[in-house]
């Protein structure tokens, strides 16, 4: 009189089995949905009803109970109609129980076809840790292909379901495509000149250093930032399958990147598109799209500061904790900033040829607008020249794939130390070895360019990268020097 | 002429071509300003209510101010100011008034780099021999050459468009205090309360010229206030220089309008220094800025290649022919010590 099917919730980004109990009683007919539903789950029973009568099974007309556990996960959507049908045969004895050892997820229309629904990745993940072969609806089972260990059969309607669970062969779905190029990423040989920033991007993506480009209009800086992506290292497998999971969290399934994602929301974006959040059950935002990858805010004059505040924490943590009633989730958002600006407000203050019309209490209030506590966390801050035309006509640059093999000798030499070098705190930093010539040359700095505690240590952060880059073990005057000039104000 | 009449026909901050109209209509400026207090002749409330002031309150309020006023032919008022037609007959200052004639360096508002680190360099340069600079406090060009001025801890000048107790624009009063600090001086022929009207810039102008033995322009559109300079100055006897520009550039058409109606252009600080002598004489010989701080190898390539204006650092390492990392660590050393400095993304000579 009892039956369990096993499925799937998300807890932030991460799947959790849920499993679908559902117990077959005497009583006055009713169908109790228990376990934290949403509406649309709460839906289910006449959805369930229709599709078991349009498939030609009998409805138990006794009291049913279906609970959803763990019951303090809250569910959301159409997904556990499969899992409760199934559990209702099994727990009414109309098919054999050996129908409960699956995971299954799918929405069920009213004459029995199984439709997509959201969760597929989280589904396979379950299934490849639980053992059990998975059943999905076509749409949700390519989600689930990806995962390398998971069994996942594809059901087109509630009686494939049950011959697919008791064991008849059901159809696997096709491989996941190779993920074609994105799009987002550009090769950083088509940069032509601008070889203080590709210096600046280099040492970024080496340290994974926070990075601020101000220049004029046209002067490159989202190119530039789009090559970010390509100078890191590939994503290792357990990265990929994250960031694929924060994908499909927000409701956008990918196929497994290989590559950094970059996210690059517009600065009239809400708070909950950016950070997370939204009505319901919480849904991860752009930072959590960037997850192991590149946030990139173009025009950061333009963010409302309230948005800047609400970055701030998260991107200094690596995640988003949101709390609501009856819910805390937290979003992974292991994120590298990379932001442009104009350096005045009509974008011409510095450049070689034409004349800045802002009057300078306005460049002023300007650049207030950066300062404050976002700014401090941006390690490299260059400026962006507009190229000269004779640049235009140069060659080709170094390619991406170059820098990327300098970059990842850097990041080993971090991953040997423990942290990025971009996490490094001033203990840890002091804790570094320095040449005394290096530390002469910060202290002299720190003294004639009116350092602050903070842009001391964010110079000896870029100066550790510099000497990562150079792979060398204590660092010295040269990389100490370098980084003064990369430095941000202040 | 009463010291009287004039100062009080001065405190009605009128037009200079209307107060000569005036005086010449009723014979002196004690005529005017009591046809104008009168109400003989239509003025503004303001005016009418100025002119009736009396002396001894104009002079306590400029007391109270810390103005002084100099009177044309009187103490103080410079000479090579006084013999032109047209010269105000009251100056109102603070600081000290050069008696000699000094070089005039101007600009547009809307000045590019160039224009920019030239007039900074030429204000050092000139203030360095001595010989006072003078200019209008305007953003741009002007207020560069004062800095370069303060930079050589030279006299500079600034002639104002507006009332003594004013500071237009307001953010250069640290500018002004540090010219007046350093020995200049600030000159307008507005009384106490007169706001920078656009029309009262156009006659400023002939003070600028009048005040300077010649007239540099460093960067000037086809129009604008350093065209209106240069002309006062051909009007006054005065010698004009004008830096050559690209000869496509708007910024720049000015400048080379002039040349080729025979203004002389400039080249670089010693050759204007070089023409200048010729004119005001010899100036001192620069003081000795001690021995300049060693630099060696890409610090000096890279000090070399940077022009008056600043560059990027990228321009700069691309001229003195270094990669840019090596251009980054040594822009570093010298920024230590002192040899340049960094404004947003641009590296200029100097601190």
Redesign the interface.
Known sequence: MFAAVTSVALVGIDPCPVRVEVHVGGGKEAFQLVGLPDTAVREAKERVRAALLSSGYRFPYRRLTVNLAPAEIPKAGSAYDLPIALAVLAASGMVPAAVTGVVALGELALDGAVRPARGGLGAGIVAAAAGFPCLLPPGSAEEAAVVSRAEVRVVRTLAEAVAAALGETAPSPPSPPPETASGASVDLAWVRGQALARRALEVAAAGGHHLLMMGPPGAGKTMLARCLPGMLPALTSAESLEVACAWAAAGRPRPIPSEPPFRSPHHTATPAAIVGGGSGVPVPGELTLAHRGVLFLDELGEFPPYLLDALRQPIEEGWVHIARKGIAVRFPCDVQVAAAANPCPCGYAGDRLVACTCPPAGVARYRRRFSGPLLDRFDLQVAVPRLDPADLCGPEGEPSAAVRSRVAVARRLQAERGALNRSLSRRDLDALQWRPEATRLLRAAADRLALTARGWDRVRRVARTLADLAGVGAVAEEQVAEALSLRAAG | MSDEARLRLAFCGLHPDRADRLKRAFGSPAGAVGALASGRVAAPEAVRAAAALPFAACRERLARLGVTPLFRGGAGYPAHLADLPGAPDVLFSKGALPAQPGVAIVG?R?????GTGLARVYGQACAAVGWPVISGLA?GADAEAHRGVVDAGGAGVAVLGCGPDIVY?A?HRPLLESLLAGGGGMVTEYPPGARPEPWRFPPRNRIIAGLAGAVVVVEAGETGGALITAAAALEQGRHVFAVPG?VG?A?SRGCNLLIRDGATPVLDPADLVASLSLLLGPGRAPAPSGPAPPVEGPGRALLAALPPG??????A?TAAGL???EA??????L????LVRR????VLPGR
Request: hydrophobic share 40%.
């Open positions: 547009t809307r000045c590019t780099r160039y953003r624009p953010e690209d550039r910024t600043g560059a990027a650092l990228e321009e390492a990669g840019v990392a980054m660590a040594a822009l570093a050393r920024e230590v010590a002192g404004d947003g993304g641009l």
